[in-house]
């Protein structure tokens, strides 16, 4: 499909399909993916310098505005502009300045707006964050480099990492942890999330991060001074880049070290959530240690006070708003009492949506679907092409969209809105 080349095509974006819409991101994604499967050092600064050179195009820069969501993606920023203002003609002449600053390595820089949101916590409640909301010009050129650049840091991250831009989710996270307690009798559960996140990331470790995963010297400087201009420590909450540079960080200073030192056991994060299934008390001690440690070298802290454990078979752990519990060897979800609450009273949705039976049904089955631990379904780019499973077991990741649709679509829905 050829890229927009004339103005006829310009003005009648509006008109267009949402599936022509998205074909540029998608073609450069499988082309730069393509350049950086190879195992050629010059081949893969090659693909970064690719990436580059497509972000300096307004048809790329014209896509990621389309893909902005709500609460900090369409919202007014500090300018009072909302990308819902601009008309046709006015988006594309904004595409082609963040285009053309790009090219010539001008990184444009703002005030934010702080705004409130409400979102649920890993143990189910419903508090109030801080949000920073950019001006629109910005989070559309942070949206283009997310678009071009997850794709091809996130197979090198942890494959039990979820919430990034492959598309699993906290649903993906809950079945994994369901199919790896059952099978592995791993009924002891740490759980944990990082306090402040966002604010909590080192930008020189950060950058040594980006610099051990991406062989360009100029993409990682331009990187470097689109996230560095403001403060020395950490990153703004609110823009369309910071999960992907969380994610980076968290990877760089947690996820890899823990799996160096416990390569047995998992550590199954959902962006700041995390959770560590344990076979015994002394193994989910050791892991407490460890996790401790990590959390003291990168200076972050843990937002539920002191790191335990909890034997699901005793008593009920919440993570990711829902109670995990073990009854005869097989983990079960439900929902936590405050969101239970909310749901009852109107807040959230209709209880209808959210029946407990259909959601363990769904669980079950993608609990079911992998009895030898091979989880490859939970992250495309880990999956094995020689070992496939039977195809009735092969979900991807619309397939689970499509199920939870029918029985949980509002609750899902406003999940994926609010950021855990």
Request: charged letters at 25%.
């Amino acid at each position: 499909m050829p890229y927009f080349s004339s103005l006829s095509k310009r003005r009648n974006w509006q008109q267009l399909s949402s599936s022509y819409r998205t074909a540029i991101p998608r073609q450069v994604r499988k082309q730069v993916k393509q350049l950086t499967a190879s195992q050629e050092p010059e081949n893969q600064v090659a693909a970064y310098e690719e990436l580059l050179r497509k972000l300096g195009k307004a048809d790329i820069i014209r896509c990621a505005m389309e893909k902005l969501r709500i609460p900090s993606g369409t919202g007014a920023g500090p300018d009072g502009i909302a990308l819902k203002d601009l008309e046709n003609s006015e988006r594309w002449k904004l595409a082609e300045a963040i285009a053309e600053c790009v090219n010539n390595n001008w990184i444009f820089t703002g005030d934010t707006r702080k705004s409130i949101i409400q979102s649920y916590s890993g143990n189910g409640l419903l508090k109030e964050r801080e949000i920073q909301i950019q001006n629109i010009a910005e989070r559309c050129r942070d949206k283009a480099i997310v678009e071009l650049l997850a794709p091809m840091l996130e197979p090198q991250l942890s494959p039990t990492m979820f919430g990034g831009q492959n598309g699993s989710g906290y649903l993906h996270a809950l079945a994994y942890a369901k199919t790896f307690t059952d099978t592995n009798q791993a009924h002891r559960w740490v759980v944990q999330d990082v306090k402040s996140a966002f604010d909590s990331v080192e930008l020189d470790v950060l950058e040594t991060a980006l610099r051990d995963l991406i062989p360009c010297e100029r993409l990682c400087s331009f990187l470097t001074k689109v996230y560095t201009h403001r403060a020395d420590r950490g990153i703004i909450t609110g823009s369309p880049l910071s999960p992907l540079l969380l994610n980076v960080y968290l990877y760089h200073v947690i996820d890899k070290p823990f799996a160096a030192c416990h390569p047995s056991v998992p550590l199954i994060r959902y962006v700041d959530d995390l959770m560590l299934p344990c076979k015994s008390e002394e193994q989910a001690e050791s892991c407490c240690k460890t996790l401790t440690s990590l959390f003291d070298s990168a200076g972050l802290r843990f937002k539920q006070g002191g790191c335990e454990s909890v034997d699901l078979r005793e008593d009920p752990c919440p993570w990711l708003g829902f109670e995990a519990n073990v009854e005869q060897g097989v983990t079960s979800y439900a929902p936590t009492k405050p969101v239970l609450a909310d749901i009852e009273s109107g807040c959230i949705g209709d209880p209808i949506h959210l029946r407990k039976t259909e959601w363990q049904g769904i669980l079950n089955s993608l609990g079911a679907a992998y009895s030898e631990n091979r989880l490859s379904w939970l992250t495309k780019q880990n999956r094995n092409r020689n070992e496939r499973q039977p195809r009735r077991y092969q979900l991807s990741a619309w397939q689970l969209k499509k199920i939870f649709r029918k029985s949980a679509k509002r609750f899902v829905k406003l999940l994926e809105t609010v950021k855990l």
